[in-house]
């Protein structure tokens, strides 16, 4: 599992924070001294365009990869709520210039990445959400570098997936936690939001996913109901969990307390329901929905600390990029500073 930190980009001290940050990290993944060399210019090119550009808004998130999933390296994701960037294609050119908006240097940044990904909404071209007071402009970039290029992914997760995962405002300890594994011809999600916050919180959390990993082949209510068991003497979580037959085209899903999971596969739209209670103290029942899967599915999973109310409509072509990126957007724009924050995001084919 990924957890970000983050700092954010509003003043020359914050870049240098940033970079002395992550380069600690890179150093204990094992970069050498060109690679670390390539990962401070992207963050003084990042850092240095939102002091221009972002109009105060700016924010970089970083992470170790999680090797489970990805080889060994490290995740820079940029984040802002500037005037955006009118043509993506173009800025991302060698020589790109510009005295108006984000995107001077980010030819340098592609070029040094194994793994780059940009969206970016106009001020000029989106409209406010009046009912809950948020905007859906500004852009996001996608950074990945391995320690070694030619390492290839650790295990074979089919589509493509994208995660962040942080903690409230003000506290160090996470409360949220998600998994994602492969096994047979089964797909298993989940999302796990630990009540509270901080260590107890966490610990839930944690022990939630030991339990769903010792319990990985059963079905979703043998897991949801050995999680209640196991979280029975602890602080408690909410949970959804998912299981794709992708041979079949099937997903299952049982969710308890407030988590959010739906997928969009062109005009189709599936939204699942979690039913009321809290694993380890209060499970009257479990629920377990089966749909048909699109040929072609993106899929959401978040924890409360994600508003509802986000919608796919508002992100012109977001849908159609890699999933890291709506992962960003969306945390950007719906997540609450207040509250343990997690999302996870895929493009599944059958």
């Not at 070029?111 to 959400?129: H, K, N, V």
């Not at 979703?220 to 794709?244: D, F, K, P, Q, S």
């Amino acid at each position: 599992m990924k957890q970000f930190d983050s700092i954010p980009l509003t003043h020359e001290t914050q870049i240098g924070l940033a970079r002395r940050n992550i380069n600690r990290h890179a150093v204990e993944l094992g970069f050498n001294e060109r690679q670390l060399a390539e990962i401070e210019i992207v963050v003084k090119e990042l850092g240095t365009n939102a002091l221009k550009f972002a109009r105060g808004s700016g924010r970089m998130y970083y992470a170790c990869a999680d090797e489970t999933l990805e080889p060994r390296g490290i995740e820079i994701i940029y984040l802002d709520k500037g005037p955006g960037i009118e043509d993506t294609a173009m800025a991302i050119n060698d020589g790109y210039s510009t005295t108006g908006s984000l995107g001077a240097g980010l030819g340098a940044v592609k070029r040094m990445s194994d793994d780059f990904y940009i969206y970016s909404a106009m001020d000029s071209a989106t409209r406010r959400l009046p009912l809950y007071g948020r905007t859906t402009h500004g852009t996001a970039i996608v950074f990945r570098k391995r320690a070694n290029p030619e390492a290839a992914a650790p295990q074979a997760v089919p589509g493509l997936w994208g995660a962040m995962t942080r903690p409230a405002e003000g506290h160090t300890q996470n409360g949220d936690a998600y998994l994602i594994r492969y096994e047979g011809n089964r797909l298993l999600l989940a999302m796990i939001d630990g009540l509270g916050h901080g260590e107890a919180a966490s610990d839930s959390a944690r022990a939630a996913i030991a339990t769903i990993e010792r319990n990985i082949t059963q079905p979703i209510e043998m897991i949801i109901r050995a999680t209640h068991e196991a979280l029975r003497m602890m602080r408690g979580a909410v949970m959804g969990l998912a299981a794709i037959d992708r041979a079949a085209g099937v997903i299952e899903y049982a969710g308890i307390g407030n988590t959010d999971f739906r997928v969009i596969g062109g005009r189709e739209r599936l939204r699942f329901i979690s039913l009321n209670g809290t694993l380890g103290s209060r499970l009257e029942r479990v629920k377990v929905f089966k749909e048909n899967l699109p040929k072609v599915s993106t899929m959401m999973m978040a924890t409360d600390g994600i508003s509802e109310r986000w919608d796919a409509d508002n992100y012109p072509g977001l849908m159609g990029l890699h999933p890291q990126l709506l992962c960003a957007t969306v945390m950007r724009d719906f997540s609450r500073p207040n509250d343990d924050a997690t999302i996870l995001c895929g493009r599944l084919q059958l």
